[in-house]
C-alpha cells in the first residue's frame, strides 16, 4: 500500500503561481513512476504531467507544457508540481498518483491516488 496526500492548493489570480506537493507512505517511493491529473468539474479526469522513478524523464500535457514543471524528491519521499501562468481553465482538482510499471498519460496504469487537493485561479 502506499498512502499520497497532496498540499499546497488555493486560489491564485490569472498569471499567478502555486506549487503543489505529494507527500508518499508506505513502500519504496523510489521504485515507481508519480504522476499528476486533474479533474474539473463536469469534465473527466485528464493527465497533467509524469516523472520517472529517477527523476531522469518527465512528460507533460500540451495544455501545461512550458507553464508547470514536475519534480521529485525520492530521499523527502515527495513529488512537486510547480505551476506558474496559471490560467482560470486549470483551475481543477490536482491528484498525484502512482504508477507501479512506469510512467504513463492513462490513469487507469495508477494504482494508488491521493484525495486531491482544489486549485481556483480567477481571471
Known amino acids: 500500500q502506499v498512502q499520497l496526500v497532496e498540499t499546497g492548493g488555493g486560489l491564485v489570480q490569472a498569471g499567478g503561481s502555486l506549487r503543489l506537493s505529494c507527500a508518499a507512505s508506505g513502500r519504496t517511493f523510489s521504485n515507481y513512476a508519480m504522476g499528476w491529473f486533474r479533474q474539473a468539474p463536469g469534465k473527466e479526469r485528464e493527465f497533467v504531467a509524469a516523472i520517472s522513478r529517477s527523476a531522469g524523464i518527465t512528460d507533460y500535457a500540451d495544455s501545461v507544457k512550458g507553464r508547470f514543471t514536475v519534480s521529485r524528491d525520492n530521499p523527502n519521499n515527495a513529488v512537486h508540481l510547480q505551476m506558474n501562468s496559471l490560467k482560470p481553465s486549470d483551475t481543477a482538482v490536482y491528484y498525484c498518483?502512482?504508477?507501479?510499471?512506469?510512467?504513463?498519460?492513462?490513469?487507469?496504469?495508477?494504482?494508488?491516488w491521493g484525495q486531491g487537493t482544489q486549485v481556483t485561479v480567477s481571471s
Open positions: 498518483a502512482v504508477a507501479q510499471r512506469g510512467m504513463s498519460r492513462r490513469s487507469y496504469n495508477y494504482e494508488y
